[in-house]
């Protein structure tokens, strides 16, 4: 069927650039665009910090802390009265320096198109962001960096290049989604591949999620991270992780309830080494709507590494008030507690050493790393357009 009056998705950008003040959405015969995105900054503090050998607390410019900045635009283009076309492009940055979050990737958060159809969902084909992400739904913290991905050393978060993506629309409350990320490795399926399932039920006060993942390395194994398999520091990339969680709302009173364990069953392959191959996380967490524009937010979240014996302990409070639908100006402190571990078990799997950022390592001194407590706060504001 021919559209009339159809534009080029670049220049319904322009229009759109032109005419954002103006208009939610713009829309040229049976196409519309709608831009959007959201900026946030602050300060950050954080103490025990170790970096090139030198220990102390650190101040620095907040910059994805709260979440990431991006920007973004959507495309729908109408097919029948049931179907359409979709379109999205999003790019994440970070306002410290105003570098995009992943190096020669522009559109490094969501490149994909495909269609939509309102009783059997939507297919869509490019860069997504992880199905893991979806765990949104069941953490206090609200995907801040301070929160769910802390002491799982990010192992929800990323994207999906060359991937495709399947979401059923929610039948009765319950919504499924698929994703598979394509290696695109010649004759070896499995390598730098992922898969992932996210399973829903909305209905009235209650949510459920539950999700399964796992993406393979270049070599088409579940190694874990770049250092010490599950080790303290660096982010958690080729593993298999299951969520299983849940909220409640009372009133005004919010209340979360999970459980994830990370596998990374070839951690040390090929080296002789004994690193650790599976964690498990719990958390609670609440939110309370403390008035129309300001909500209260407190969680709980505990590791456990059975191999090494590492348990660390994260405890989250925050504050957000919407000034209005534009800027939220928010406040949020953290303090992880680490055990002490084993000497032997440190020349083994790396100290006891999670920070509040998993880039980061947790050191009262030069030479101890090892059982580190660690607290900090960052604050700012964020504009939503």
Not at 67 to 86: H, I
Not at 294 to 320: H, I, R
Request: glycine share 12%.
């Amino acid at each position: 069927m021919k559209i009339q009056h159809s534009l080029p998705l670049t220049a319904l950008l322009a229009l759109a650039a032109n005419q954002a003040c103006a208009f939610d959405d713009i829309k040229v015969g049976a196409a519309s665009l709608t831009l959007y995105g959201r900026v946030a900054a602050g300060i950050d503090f954080t103490n025990n910090q170790l970096a090139a050998g030198i220990q102390g607390s650190r101040w620095e410019a907040a910059s994805n802390q709260w979440g990431v900045s991006y920007w973004g635009a959507k495309g729908r283009f109408a097919l029948d009265n049931e179907t359409q076309a979709v379109v999205n492009l999003e790019s994440g940055f970070g306002t410290d320096t105003g570098a995009v979050t992943t190096n020669d990737r522009l559109f490094n958060r969501a490149a994909n198109v495909g269609i939509e159809h309102q009783r059997y969902g939507a297919v869509t084909i490019g860069t997504h962001l992880w199905i893991a992400q979806d765990i949104i739904d069941v953490d206090p913290m609200h995907f801040q960096s301070i929160g769910i991905n802390t002491l799982v050393n990010g192992a929800n978060d990323g994207a999906a290049e060359n991937s495709i993506l399947l979401r059923s629309p929610s039948y009765h409350g319950v919504s499924v989604g698929y994703m598979h990320a394509f290696g695109g490795a010649a004759g070896e399926f499995k390598r730098s591949s992922s898969d992932g399932v996210s399973l829903a039920y909305q209905g009235g006060d209650l949510t459920l999620r539950a999700i399964y993942g796992q993406r393979a390395d270049s070599f088409g194994r579940y190694s874990g991270g770049d250092t010490y398999g599950l080790g303290s520091r660096d982010a958690w990339k080729y593993v298999k992780n299951t969520v299983v969680g849940g909220a409640y709302r009372i009133g005004a009173t919010k209340l979360f309830a999970g459980y994830e364990q990370i596998k990374a069953p070839e951690s040390g392959y090929g080296i002789r080494a004994n690193y650790d191959e599976k964690a498990r996380m719990a958390w609670l967490g609440v939110n309370h709507q403390l008035s129309a524009k300001t909500e209260l937010l407190g969680s709980f979240y505990q590791l456990k590494q059975s191999y090494s014996g590492k348990k660390s302990n994260l405890f989250a409070v925050g504050v957000n008030h919407e000034w209005n639908k534009y800027l939220t100006m928010y406040m949020t402190a953290g303090r992880i507690g680490n055990n002490t571990i084993s000497e032997f078990m440190v020349q083994n799997t790396g100290a006891n050493s999670h920070a509040l950022s998993y880039n980061d390592t947790a050191c009262d001194s030069s030479l101890n790393c090892n059982g580190v407590k660690q607290y900090g706060t960052y604050a700012g504001f964020v504009v939503k357009f």
